[in-house]
């Protein structure tokens, strides 16, 4: 049965329910057409392909022609799930007109349900700007990769009272913006308990505690594709890193050994085609 396509008011449906809510990052059409039949309800085509896909040291490299060729494919593949295109660094800090073009094209060009931008007070008026438009808005703050920098590195947020209370006046002026969704990431479970509790958006989380509305996992992390590092809060659910390698061992030992191809992977000459076949060879000897 083909599920019915998940929209915004869904998403506040199953947050008035108390029914969390699942939601993976993916950045291709095969992983997609996965994420979409194991009944997926959003994905998120991040940034974080600069590192998974493109073997960048951050997400900082990420442009906005990589974002939307990624986010086409993905809208392919998952055609009922909530996608969410991510704004890539200096996609939107210039201005609000900038803003407002970048993620007026997720949409024109990617057919995005929403897009993510990081960042809390700061980015208010760049929130604002996009509602405006027309355009569902995804609040991201916490530990936000675009502006690790200034963070320290990529290191958890809101340990501290002084911290945790930046990250409260955060979500609430992401709420006061207008943005629909929020999204925390590396904070205490117990910040993201009441966080959740106050906002009248659905808020999730990514190493933020089991209180939120639903989780998110970069899906490269979960199923052990990405071998660089894996984050304290990621489960992996398989390790199709180490099944991949084995059969790529497979496959070469396989030729090395002359046992593939096999006869049953061979195309034979027609039958009837033998003697023709064999005089015209002929003619090249």
């Given at each position: ?162 911290s945790a209370e ?72 398989c390790d199709v ?45």
């Amino acid at each position: 049965m083909t599920r019915k396509k998940i929209s915004i008011n869904d998403l506040y449906t199953k947050k008035a329910a108390g029914e969390k809510v699942s939601w993976l990052t993916c950045y291709d059409f095969p992983t997609a057409q996965f994420q979409e039949a194991a009944g997926i309800e959003m994905i998120l085509v991040g940034d974080s392909m600069g590192m998974c896909v493109y073997g960048y040291e951050s997400t900082v490299p990420v442009t906005m022609d990589q974002c939307i060729v990624h986010t086409e494919a993905v809208r392919r593949g998952a055609p009922t799930a909530f996608v969410i295109g991510d704004m890539p660094f200096m996609s939107y800090q210039e201005s609000d007109q900038v803003a407002v073009a970048n993620a007026g094209r997720f949409l024109k060009e990617a057919y995005v349900d929403a897009i993510k931008l990081e960042g809390g007070v700061r980015t208010v008026s760049r929130i604002k700007a996009i509602v405006d438009a027309g355009i569902v808005v995804c609040g991201h703050i916490g530990l936000t990769p675009q502006s690790s920098g200034q963070l320290g590195g990529h290191k958890a947020q809101g340990r501290t009272t002084e911290s945790a209370e930046l990250v409260i006046k955060d979500a609430l002026a992401i709420q006061q913006a207008g943005a629909h969704l929020l999204l925390l990431e590396a904070i205490p479970p117990e910040l993201s308990a009441f966080i959740t509790k106050k906002l009248d958006i659905p808020v999730y989380g990514i190493g933020a505690g089991i209180e939120t509305d639903g989780q998110l996992l970069i899906v490269s992390d979960m199923i052990g594709q990405f071998q660089a590092f894996t984050p304290k809060f990621v489960r992996k659910y398989c390790d199709v890193g180490e099944i991949i390698t084995q059969a790529f061992r497979a496959y070469r030992e396989d030729v090395k050994k002359e046992t593939f191809p096999a006869d049953e992977h061979c195309y034979h000459i027609l039958e009837g085609e033998e003697k023709r076949f064999s005089e015209m060879l002929d003619k090249f000897n």
